[in-house]
């Protein structure tokens, strides 16, 4: 008897030591588990981005690495090595959905190429974000917020500081009319165009503040969108003249630039992306007109790169405005993450600073310049 109530006491031991077992394990699972990470706070976010190997597109994961450290959440950040693949991206793009994240961060290369796999993500319940340049062109509903430059106020920046810094005294100061030169790369892209508008948008209004007269001339896009009253005209105390060249290369915006640089009433000149800004570089090679003082045109650019950068260390240009993306990797992880947990979230204006050869080494400026 006592046998017997002995084996039935270690048969419930051994069952009982089974059910523990198996529980541990299960909850070993679990924990590393991907799917489990929504429940307990640690989303998982795919961000799928236009590029990889460029600083701008490593600095923008690198406020994503410190957005996501700070939430508690895990990302996986990739792009492909050159903004031309789209096919990379596509494939890129299909296999982040395929793993079943919290949320979704897209800056598409293609939205056309990407329809199928964004119709898959929101049957999937999968929220999207977008960011850079978001994603143009998605169906209604599909992007649920963008991080992303607000252009037009980048541009507005790049006018006022310019102003502040030394282009207000020279239109103040004028004997008579004189011309600030508006180099584009192009009158298509949205974001081109928003910089563009935004500084001959603000000039307009710090020329009229100082109680001078302002026309502008020049790509008709440009003239036609600004809110400058005069158009295609010459007749203002400042004449604003906005140059796109027939074809996006250097050599044809590099002309352009020599082009205005010759004009005797020229006092500034404005390049709105890094294209334009490095063409002005070019232009001005052989002859030697921008820089600071009262015989020198004004340079003023955007974005940085390594000839820019060295443009506005050397004090050949006076400034340029930069816009901030690991602000923007900070953003775009806050978006995803409250997109999973159902929070409303609308479009976030990731910011722009303006840096010289005086604050450019800080490091609040520094790591939002890419080459």
Known sequence: MKRRVISALLCVVLVGSMLVGCGSKKEESTSDGGDSSASNGGEKIEIVSKGFQHQYWQAVK???????????????????????????????????????????????????????????????????????????????????????????????????????????????????????????????????????????????????????????????????????????????????????????????????????????????IYGSNQHSGEAMITGNANLDKFGEGDDKVIGIAFDSGENIKKAVKDKVFIGAVTQAPVAMGEALVDLCVKAARGESVSDVDTGCQWYTSDNMDSEEISQNLYD
Request: proline share 3%; net charge negative; with cysteine.
């Open 62 to 268: 690198k406020g994503a690495d410190q957005k996501a450290e700070e939430l508690g959440v895990t990302i996986n950040f990739v792009g492909p090595n050159s903004e031309s693949d789209i096919a990379d991206q596509v494939q890129m793009f299909q296999s982040a959905i395929n793993q079943k994240p919290a949320a979704l961060g897209l800056a598409a290369l293609d939205t056309d190429a990407l329809l199928d796999a964004i119709s898959q993500a929101q049957a999937a319940g999968i929220p999207i974000i977008g960011f850079d340049s978001g994603v143009p062109g998605a169906p209604e509903g599909a992007i649920l917020a963008n991080a992303s430059t607000d252009n037009y106020v980048a541009g507005e920046l790049a006018a006022e500081e310019g102003y502040k810094a030394a282009l207000g005294d020279r239109i103040k100061n004028a004997d008579g009319p004189v011309r600030v030169g508006v180099m584009a790369q192009d009158a298509t892209a949205e974001s081109i165009i928003n910089r563009g508008l935004g500084f001959i948008d603000k000039l307009k209004e710090l020329v009229e503040a100082d109680g001078k007269t302002i026309s502008i001339t020049g790509n008709e896009k440009y003239v036609g969108d600004s809110a400058i009253d005069d158009k295609k005209s010459e007749d203002g105390d400042v004449i604003v003249e906005v140059v796109v060249p027939s074809q996006v290369t250097n050599e044809l915006s590099a002309v352009d630039c020599q082009t205005l640089l010759n004009k005797k009433d020229i006092i500034c």
